[in-house]
């Protein structure tokens, strides 16, 4: 069984104006260190929240939960620099939308799903 969100990552991409965008590697610049206290301008924080909630529903893709956990962080004052981390992410994304979860027939492997319910 292999479970992805092809169609999932096109429609973000296209949402966002980012279909075109060029690939990325890595899902975010090595050594790359986000602040609060950055110089850089403050952007649309109600863009940021949408990227940022788009990403949230990537659940197939465990490799790229630690960049989204590290971006939602400045949810509050967005600055120029975090959402050019999130538009490197989405690049990233777009490079390697066919990546999903395979599980191999044969194994004895019980999945479990859980959810919020409010």
Not at 7 to 17: D, G, I, P, V, W
Not at 26 to 47: A, N, W, Y
Not at 101 to 107: D, E, S
Request: a positive charge.
């Amino acid at each position: 069984m292999f479970i992805s969100q092809i169609k999932y990552t096109n429609e973000m991409l296209k949402k966002f104006n980012m279909q075109d965008c060029k690939l990325v590697g890595t899902p975010m610049i090595t050594g790359c260190k986000l602040s609060k206290e950055d110089d850089s301008p403050i952007v649309d924080q109600k863009l940021y929240r949408s990227m940022i909630g788009s990403l949230l529903f990537t659940t197939t893709r465990p490799d790229v939960m630690h960049v989204v956990c590290q971006v939602e962080i400045f949810q509050t004052t967005p600055k120029e620099t975090h959402l050019l981390t999130v538009k490197i992410f989405f690049r990233y994304l777009k490079g390697t939308f066919e990546f999903g979860l395979w599980y191999p027939k044969g194994n004895n492997l019980n999945l479990f799903s859980f959810t919020d319910a409010d």
